[in-house]
């Protein structure tokens, strides 16, 4: 294994550092403040769906879990109290609860036979909340959803819901509770329980690890925090439709950043996202206003075929 | 009533077997799952939508040439497929889904998010039965379907190439030592595959409307009757292909059109959960005892 | 003698197959037992019901006296059976010791609740029972089969089991590392452990077990000591047997 002299968790950090004190300055465009928000929401969807490619799985179908959320959250708002404790809370057990029934149910399926059905799943909460029009308004979708509230810190006041800057700076403290958990479903015992089961789950068995529990836990945990995003997700764009929220597009993703930052370090999900998203979202989007988002599966094909032996093995 | 949703499930059913006789095909004798299999189907049905909007060319003029670019793409595709490492089923998995993203945004670039139709005549070209109808789309889809399914089976059970494609769909391994030039027979499925896909295109267009992120349904379809039907049975694919045709319409009858999507996810769920490996023919080794 | 395991009327089946008909026997404190018959006995079979990695359809597994059938894999290993595989499986991409930590994390803890050494310090002792000490920074899949076999041994014993089931060890190696591992395997005995053997080619079995079962297309034909066993007839035919359509094959 090569040493580099500057690692690249050094240059992780000093990413986070700039982005951190950037807004500070005097002026800076809303347009990349607003980018960079939703890159940190991204790459916490990013690092969620790596917590279940770290066991060993792929999932096709994280966008039913970000739909999910976002509905939860949306309807939440819509029908019931439109608190952001209870909003989020809505939208995160919905995907959840979806995550830890199919964690449940397909918890005998591997490989390609997994990702096929994840694939699959999407589709029966996406047909539900497009043609249950009597609650969520079908295709139309749900408009009109709150912003994020105003908060008040003694005598200081926050307006989440018009401040970019503030968004900016509450979404990057996801980024940085994401990173945690994510951290330690590498380095910790829990990691390691986790890269055993990847390894050779039938001798992590025998040694101990409790294989099934520690995925279900795992996949449900990957859905909870994809379902949180995509709660915020709603809150941040004031409306959701099937279309936009359960997207295949949104299940590439995460899948696409983690491949490009690397699956096996702790900071790659949110190095990818940092990285690509801002890329698409700044350089390619205005010169290509339609298709820009190709450039996602051209980093797929692009991984796969530089990383031949699969992404699975992509290490170090 | 009875009738015209017999004739509508008959026409879907034959429509639905070629949709998934290029998936099935590639797959048994490459085992790429090709995801982006329904943006192909798509792309090929923007195409002659395209020709015939701007060129003013006839429904059945652009069936050459549709098929024949399809071929060209999905032999490139097959190119960028060979160099795809182990494991091979689940790479070629991610490989097609980055494929399928690709080509949706091509299509978003050149033909926009608005929803297509190729135009086709609802007036019935006879009615049998009294009151049913037989429209010319129905005519076209089962003429062009039933013929493309029954070219691909004559050729695979009565022509030396076609026997070559078999053997190798059933035991790779057996068909090498056999003398079979194995990689080219990828070669010559995906090109097949290609044709099928290219002919189905326009079908689809003028079936369902054309939106760049629609071909999702169409690759569950076929993924869900190969599952059912095991790659290389061609009477099995046709009646898997009628038995979801006719519980998607029976679906689209009872809870309206749009949940007709639901059936096919759900049909793929219990496949793949009653028979997790039911995608490799039966020739995996056996358990270890 | 107190009975550490109990195998009791256990039945597999497979679809409409049976790999395991009625067999039963048991394994008492102490003793080095060996499974010895011609392929599709049953042997790896009967190693992965009392493990947990296969479910029996009938018949009861009973560990130092409490019933374990059907329990998890985890759950088993953390009742203190440890196990190795016919086909060595170490984790690939992990070195020799990270292999080994695995064991001593999620195995059985410690019985009197303290520890003494480090884990690591614990590893390297491991490691270095089965001959692996240099080779500890090492990734699985770069071992030798040899080193694999013995690395999968450490990592069993890192579990800190009292029954160790170990499959096949011998198969494939040298004569001088048979005589290794069977130094192994009396120096496991000589900590206090029983252990259960697999040893299809007869490797081991005359050098280290006090007693044979043999099995023979999923049914026990007999035990008893080895000299009794190796010259019963019918496992003499059952080998025999298997010799002929060897060579008819």
Known sequence: MKRHPISSSAVFWAVILVLAAWPLGTAHPQLVCRVFTMAFLYAVVAMAWNLTALSGLISLGHAAYFGLGAYGAALMDHYGSGHLAATLTAGALSAGLYGALCAAVFRNLRGATFALVTLAAVEIPKVIADNWESVTYGSLGLVGIRPLPLVRLGSVAIDFGTSLTAQYYALLLLLFAGTWIHGKAIHSRWGWALRAVREDEQAAGVLGVPVHLLRWTVMTLSALLTGLCGGLYAHLHGFVEPPVVFSAHLSAIPLVLSILGGRFRWFGPALGALVLYPLDQLVLHPVLPAGHAAVYGLVIVGSVLFFPKGLGSWKK | MWAQFLIGVLSLGFFYTLTALGFSLIFGVTHAFNLAHGELIVLSGYLAYGLMKAYGWTFWMTLPLCMLLLTGVLVAMHQVLKKVGEPFELNSLVMTFGMALIAQNVMLFFFSADYRLIPSSEAAVFSPFGRASVTETHLWTFGLSSAATAAVFLMLHHTFLGKALRATIQEREAARLAGIHVDRMKGVAFAIGGMLIGLAGPLFGRLAYLHPAGGLEATLIAIVITIFAGVGHIRSLLLGACILAALESGAALVLGTNWRELVSALILIVLLLWKPHGLLVGKRSAPEL | ?249
């Not at chain 3, 994390?105 to 310090?121: T, V």
């Not at chain 3, 190796?230 to 060579?247: C, D, I, K, M, N």
């Open chain 3, 1 to 249: 003698m107190k009975r550490v395991l109990e195998i009791h009327h256990i039945t597999v089946r497979f679809g409409a197959r049976a790999i395991l008909k009625d067999v039963s026997f048991s394994v008492h404190e102490g003793e080095i037992v060996s499974l010895i018959g011609p392929n599709g006995a049953g042997k790896t079979t009967l190693f992965n019901v009392i493990s947990g990695v296969v479910q029996a359809f009938s018949g009861d597994v009973i560990f130092l006296g409490r019933p374990i059938t059907g329990w998890p894999p985890y759950k088993v290993c953390r009742a203190g059976i440890a196990r190795t595989f016919q086909i060595a499986r170490p984790f690939p991409d992990m070195t020799a010791e990270e292999n080994v930590l695995i064991g001593l994390w999620f195995g059985k803890s410690p019985a009197d609740g303290s520890r003494l050494l480090s884990d690591e310090r614990e590893a390297a002792d491991l490691l270095d029972l089965v001959g692996l000490h240099e080779k500890r920074h090492t990734p699985g899949k770069e071992l030798t089969l040899s080193e694999q076999r013995r690395l999968e041994v450490a990592r069993a014993l890192a579990t800190r089991p009292s029954l160790l089931l170990l499959d096949e060890i011998a198969a494939g190696l040298s004569p001088h590392a048979v005589n290794q591992a069977a130094q192994l395997v009396l120096s496991l005995r000589e900590r206090g452990m029983t252990i259960l053997l697999v040893d299809h080619f007869l490797n081991l079995t005359a050098r280290v077990s006090d007693r044979l079962v043999a099995l023979d297309q999923g049914e026990k034909i007999v035990e008893g000591p080895p000299e009794d066993v190796l010259h019963h007839p019918e496992v003499l035919s059952a080998y025999l047997g298997e010799r002929e359509t060897a060579e008819e094959a």
